[in-house]
């Protein structure tokens, strides 16, 4: 049997080309490994996660995690089953076991137990949620709108990219948290019909509207208190321009930005001064400590309805991954986006329940 | 007698166009006012304050201050003596007080008693330190390097425009806190050498220099903990891409950008995320509670030698305010700018003691 890499080969410049012959990136074709170290786990990938950080982790800059070296495999967590347990980790780990699993791009992965996190699943959760509502993007967005923005009652909260991943969990806890007037911004009329439907949002515009800026105004009449930012550049300049005094800015990440050549800053920045804005830059690893309260409270919010979770699942199995990427960069997804490396159909075992 | 007044006219487009007849302010010439209301002063400026804020007091934008209104005297602070003290003040004022007056551009002015703090020189002061060291860009320093940045021992703490009247104080006031290495970004060679040799800065970079990016690295061995910002723009953008993590950044004013018909966005605004940067707008007017003991601190430093001061007067009377304001713009003052409306040889009595 054999397992497919997608190897990281040559740096974007600055978008990130699919081929996977000339491209960014390079099919592999390997054995499965046959031998596990007594340390480590055989994981089978299912579903792989794609993050709007990964066009950062191709890039040399000073960052918070170093960059993916060329020649090795892309980086990336997935939800993955175990298939081999090291003699050492016989007491932990079981085979069928459901993880999230620091794999890599690849469909067979060697990973240590500490990049492997058995998927247990609280009340009102499902195991996938484990990489998006009850993983690193739900925490993202959890720590931001409570710890960084300190969203309080009455607040104004402005959200953009708010039919992603993180996003759509950060607006709803805001309204959760007591925010008086919760708007979206998002990058289609569907997605924004999702926003204000599904999740309750008050109302969402646009992005891609020529009057949005307009619609912004109008959907914040009391200025904005809260912005949560995914998207940075013109979104960013906007909510500085319409920030009210002593606002709390929680940068979460800026998508816009990721594959410029030359990134641009906001113009409207002058706007911290004269408003009081508060800027605050914050990686979910920072809070780590914190996870296992903060994963309760989501856990409780999804058993009693409150928030809910949307997965945009991408077809077509490993080779997907660097077309799906793009994707993502161009707004394709509402929710969560993972590719489907292998079907739960091919999962082994009665634990096979995703 | 007559009242020379400066008038502002014709918003800047965006430069400040000196003329005073056919430029951003008019020359107005009225008699002194005879009959003094029961409820205020007369009072005679002598020294007339320049301060960056002062073009965006010309443009509509929404701000923490009304614009001044065209055909308006121009809004300004001078230190100016008391000539005549209206009937219901007399418990509180007497002639030949000094004051700092909310007078505008003008050579007398009859002003509220609100508009009017007396000059009460606590010890190590002197009167016209009630315009800088002690009085709004003292008080700046202060809030915004001990509030905004929280400065404490040990940090690297970088300060731009560091040889105005803000930034020399602001960063006199890091090395007081215990700051390991005190950096200052100042326009010419000889700011500088005025602020490692006379204030004690640890380096200070002339961001005229074309290798200054180069300068900055060298000067902040360890990064940039602290950055009390009064330029914006590029140099905002350096010390970004310099900042250590979890840095503070306090940001005070950005004289690059208040002329500039588009402003400019720190191009490195995304290290915000990765080094989790906060950045955070202050006006001193948000602190006025704090003042006194602020004042007392500021000048016991002064009396124990620990705080110095410069001013830069501008000699030529009050016709030279609009010239002198854009000479600030372009960085011509070490320390506090003022305008001699009059010299303290033509002040009255005793009192005149500057």
Known sequence: MSNKQIIYTTPPAPAIDPSLTSGTFRLNTIPIPKDVPTDKLLVRVHYLSLDPAMRQWLTAKRSYIAPVEQG?????????????????LTSKYSKGDWVVAGSGWQEYAVVDAKEAQKVTVPAGGRPTDAMSVLGMTGLTAYFGMVEIAQVKKGDTVVVSGAAGATGMVAGQIAR????????????????????????????????????????????TPEYIDVFFDNTGGDILDACLARAAQNSRFAICGAISQYNAAKPQGPASFMSVISQRITLKGFIVFDFVKQYSAALQELGSWLAEGKLKRKEHIVPGGLEAAPQGLIDLYAGANTGKMMVEVAPVSEALGPKAKL
């Open 176 to 219: 959760i948290k007591g925010a008086k007037r919760v708007v979206g911004l998002a990058g289609s009329k569907e997605k924004c019909d999702f926003l204000v439907k599904e999740l309750g949002f008050d109302a969402a515009v646009n992005y891609k509207d020529s009057d949005w800026r307009k619609q912004l105004k109008i959907a």
């Open 72 to 88: 090795a495999v892309m980086r990336g967590q997935s939800i993955a089953q175990v298939l081999v347990v090291g003699s050492d």
